[in-house]
């Protein structure tokens, strides 16, 4: 605590003051945005990218695939995905999403992350709030198909926007006191669920397409439409996201080396993995290494 | 590879530390109260009664609702109080942002009165006030103590909240400036068309003549009087038209020249369709009332 003297009269007076905390601070925005989810955006594509994101399903259903672990959201809910995870969604059509991606340095978010939350009528209505608010300053970017994220509108007043991010920070302080819970792996779909055993029995294996419908005795017509419905990706993809998340998971909790933890997961060389990591989540391996030691 | 664009986010108003919320009743018998001056920002929002604060030698009068803003170094002092309950708040800064609001009075809305609400009770929960204003002699501690309670979470949320507030205070002060040129606006374009009441304007007269482009005229005169310039002159020219009515000296067809109209006829038809009587039904009525 700073102290201050200042000497009034002949009174001397002392003035305590309290150093604000910034425990969560926000230094950009990339995105915030209500969304209507139709048929063509089903097949989402499967993605990672260096900051935080996070998807509040108003209405419809919704799966989300984030590093092999898939979570299948009631309206209401909400999931918060840490920067470099490779996530796609699946969705029914007329599903309304509210999506919001940020970056921020503080690491306090990372206890919210592989969670569901579920979000009570006040804090919907401040999400509401702040997304009505979000689409008067931001405004999706057209063009080229390589640049996502959102522009400013013209003669947008700074002070919106920090205002904004205000609102932001407020909202993810709230969501520590919100009710969490893991997501339940137990699909209402047997099918999928005899499929997702059998990656899991096999993740130290090199299976390709013709392996895993031999396994789950189902021609490969079937199992990609399966597999798209449920998780919004192709079996391999969703192989290779369990891989991933496996891999995150040594990485943090194990000693292994990077050349360990390939052949634990069935690739051929380290570089192999490491090239297919970093296409994947937008980060070598020893980079995220990195990132999870900083944490700690 | 995909790039994203992003935005940084910019910090108009952003404090550094917080030195005191509080909320306090002001005695009707002060007789001489503390006079301070400090390196660092102090808000005094007057809840309920009069009070009188005088900041470097200008007195303002606070009443239930208004707040009063000034900067460090500001010599200031509270006194004449009627029933005077204030809410208190200090903090530093480094935005410049603020200074646009010093040296006047401003009045809050509902809704910012009850952010300043949430915000003094969030820091019920978070800090007590410093207890022994007078330690020894000639010796005043003030702030805050950090409750058992305290999280500093929260505490960021406290100071996002007060952030929050002073930026809708600056934008709700911008927005009445705006106001206050448009009415000057509006003032001018008044005189000019009371000048001109014995003439026939069109539209493009009163633009070519007064200087102002055709919609921003529409625009202005639509927000403050929620007519176009045409209805606004001829709602002045009939309320001419009764008060010479009224006087009794004139007859129509003199009112209708003086006022501009082609003919008496014109006017009546007119005066009839906007007030629902024609002339001489309105002085009946008048006389009616006498």
Same mark, same amino acid.
């Given at each position: 605590m700073k102290q201050r003297l200042e000497k009034v009269g002949e009174k001397m007076i002392q003035y305590v003051q309290v150093p604000v905390t910034e425990v969560l601070?926000?230094?950009?925005?990339?995105?915030?945005?209500?969304?209507?989810?139709?048929?063509?955006?089903?097949?989402?594509?499967?993605?990672?990218?260096?900051?935080?994101?996070?998807?509040?399903?108003?209405?419809?259903?919704?799966?989300?695939?984030?590093?092999?672990?898939?979570?299948?959201?009631?309206?209401?809910?909400?999931?918060?995905y840490p920067p470099h995870s490779f996530h796609s969604i699946a969705a029914s059509s007329d599903t309304v999403v509210k999506i919001a991606s940020f970056m921020t340095e503080s690491n306090l978010l990372h206890e919210l992350s592989g969670r569901i939350l579920s979000l009570g009528g006040a804090l919907q209505e401040d999400l509401s709030h702040f997304v009505a608010l979000g689409e008067k300053i931001l405004v999706g970017y057209q063009g080229d198909t390589d640049v996502r994220g959102m522009l400013l509108r013209d003669y947008v007043n700074p002070a919106d926007t920090q205002r904004l991010s205000n609102l932001l920070e407020l909202f993810l302080l709230d969501l520590f006191n919100t009710k969490a819970r893991t997501s339940s792996q137990n699909f209402r779909d047997e099918q999928f669920s005899v499929f997702n055993d059998f990656l899991k029995k096999h993740i130290k294996d090199n299976l390709t397409l013709e392996d895993i419908c031999d396994g789950c005795f189902t021609s490969a017509a079937n199992l990609q439409k399966l597999c798209h419905k449920q998780c919004g990706c192709g079996p391999v993809t969703y192989f290779i996201s369990l891989k991933i998340g496996a891999a995150k998971r040594m990485m943090k909790e194990s000693s292994m080396n990077f050349t360990q933890i390939a052949e634990a997961l069935g690739f051929s060389s380290v570089h192999y993995f490491s090239k297919l990591f970093k296409s994947k989540t937008g980060m070598s391996p020893s980079d995220y290494a990195k990132s999870v030691k900083k944490m700690r | 590879m995909i790039a994203h664009i992003n935005h940084t986010i910019p910090n108009i108003i952003r404090l550094n530390s917080i030195c005191n919320i509080h909320e306090f009743s002001i005695h009707d018998t002060i007789t001489e109260s503390r006079k301070?001056?400090?390196?660092?920002? /102090?808000?005094?929002? @007057?809840?309920? #009664?009069? =009070?009188?604060?005088?900041?470097?030698? /200008?007195?303002?009068? @606070?009443?239930? #609702?208004? =707040?009063?803003?000034?900067?460090?170094?500001?010599?200031?002092?509270?006194a004449m109080s009627q029933g005077a309950v204030a809410m208190c708040v200090t903090f530093s800064t480094d935005s410049v942002r603020l200074h646009q609001l010093t040296g006047r009075i401003l009045l809050l809305t509902p809704e910012a009165q009850q952010s300043l609400l949430n915000i003094n009770n969030l820091k019920c929960t978070l800090f007590a006030d410093v207890k022994g204003s007078s330690l020894v002699k000639d010796f005043t501690l003030r702030g805050m103590n950090q409750t058992q309670a305290f999280d500093s979470a929260d505490f960021q949320k406290l100071t996002n909240l007060l952030e929050i507030f002073l930026i809708d205070l600056c934008k709700a002060e911008q927005r009445s400036q705006n106001d206050h040129l448009q009415s000057q606006e509006f003032a001018a374009l008044n005189a000019y068309l009371k000048k001109n009441l014995n003439r026939s304007l069109s539209l493009e007269e009163i633009s070519a003549e007064y200087g102002v482009a055709i919609p921003q005229l529409q625009k202005f005169c639509r927000e403050q009087c929620g007519c176009g310039p045409i209805t606004y002159f001829i709602s002045l020219k009939i309320g001419v038209a009764k008060q010479m009515i009224k006087e009794g000296t004139f007859t129509f067809t003199e009112i209708a020249e003086a006022l501009g109209f082609s003919s008496v006829h014109y006017f009546s038809r007119l005066f009839k369709s906007k007030t629902g009587m024609s002339p001489s039904e309105y002085e009946a009525t008048l006389r009616k009332g006498r």
């Amino acid at each position: 605590m700073k102290q201050r003297l200042e000497k009034v009269g002949e009174k001397m007076i002392q003035y305590v003051q309290v150093p604000v905390t910034e425990v969560l601070r926000v230094t950009s925005f990339v995105s915030l945005f209500q969304s209507k989810l139709d048929d063509t955006q089903i097949e989402s594509v499967s993605e990672a990218h260096p900051f935080w994101e996070f998807l509040f399903l108003e209405s419809g259903k919704l799966s989300v695939l984030v590093d092999g672990e898939l979570y299948t959201l009631s309206p209401g809910e909400l999931i918060l995905y840490p920067p470099h995870s490779f996530h796609s969604i699946a969705a029914s059509s007329d599903t309304v999403v509210k999506i919001a991606s940020f970056m921020t340095e503080s690491n306090l978010l990372h206890e919210l992350s592989g969670r569901i939350l579920s979000l009570g009528g006040a804090l919907q209505e401040d999400l509401s709030h702040f997304v009505a608010l979000g689409e008067k300053i931001l405004v999706g970017y057209q063009g080229d198909t390589d640049v996502r994220g959102m522009l400013l509108r013209d003669y947008v007043n700074p002070a919106d926007t920090q205002r904004l991010s205000n609102l932001l920070e407020l909202f993810l302080l709230d969501l520590f006191n919100t009710k969490a819970r893991t997501s339940s792996q137990n699909f209402r779909d047997e099918q999928f669920s005899v499929f997702n055993d059998f990656l899991k029995k096999h993740i130290k294996d090199n299976l390709t397409l013709e392996d895993i419908c031999d396994g789950c005795f189902t021609s490969a017509a079937n199992l990609q439409k399966l597999c798209h419905k449920q998780c919004g990706c192709g079996p391999v993809t969703y192989f290779i996201s369990l891989k991933i998340g496996a891999a995150k998971r040594m990485m943090k909790e194990s000693s292994m080396n990077f050349t360990q933890i390939a052949e634990a997961l069935g690739f051929s060389s380290v570089h192999y993995f490491s090239k297919l990591f970093k296409s994947k989540t937008g980060m070598s391996p020893s980079d995220y290494a990195k990132s999870v030691k900083k944490m700690r | 590879m995909i790039a994203h664009i992003n935005h940084t986010i910019p910090n108009i108003i952003r404090l550094n530390s917080i030195c005191n919320i509080h909320e306090f009743s002001i005695h009707d018998t002060i007789t001489e109260s503390r006079k301070e001056a400090h390196d660092f920002w /102090e808000f005094l929002y @007057l809840k309920t #009664g009069r =009070l009188n604060v005088l900041v470097d030698g /200008e007195l303002y009068t @606070l009443s239930a #609702g208004d =707040l009063i803003l000034y900067p460090p170094y500001a010599f200031h002092s509270v006194a004449m109080s009627q029933g005077a309950v204030a809410m208190c708040v200090t903090f530093s800064t480094d935005s410049v942002r603020l200074h646009q609001l010093t040296g006047r009075i401003l009045l809050l809305t509902p809704e910012a009165q009850q952010s300043l609400l949430n915000i003094n009770n969030l820091k019920c929960t978070l800090f007590a006030d410093v207890k022994g204003s007078s330690l020894v002699k000639d010796f005043t501690l003030r702030g805050m103590n950090q409750t058992q309670a305290f999280d500093s979470a929260d505490f960021q949320k406290l100071t996002n909240l007060l952030e929050i507030f002073l930026i809708d205070l600056c934008k709700a002060e911008q927005r009445s400036q705006n106001d206050h040129l448009q009415s000057q606006e509006f003032a001018a374009l008044n005189a000019y068309l009371k000048k001109n009441l014995n003439r026939s304007l069109s539209l493009e007269e009163i633009s070519a003549e007064y200087g102002v482009a055709i919609p921003q005229l529409q625009k202005f005169c639509r927000e403050q009087c929620g007519c176009g310039p045409i209805t606004y002159f001829i709602s002045l020219k009939i309320g001419v038209a009764k008060q010479m009515i009224k006087e009794g000296t004139f007859t129509f067809t003199e009112i209708a020249e003086a006022l501009g109209f082609s003919s008496v006829h014109y006017f009546s038809r007119l005066f009839k369709s906007k007030t629902g009587m024609s002339p001489s039904e309105y002085e009946a009525t008048l006389r009616k009332g006498r």
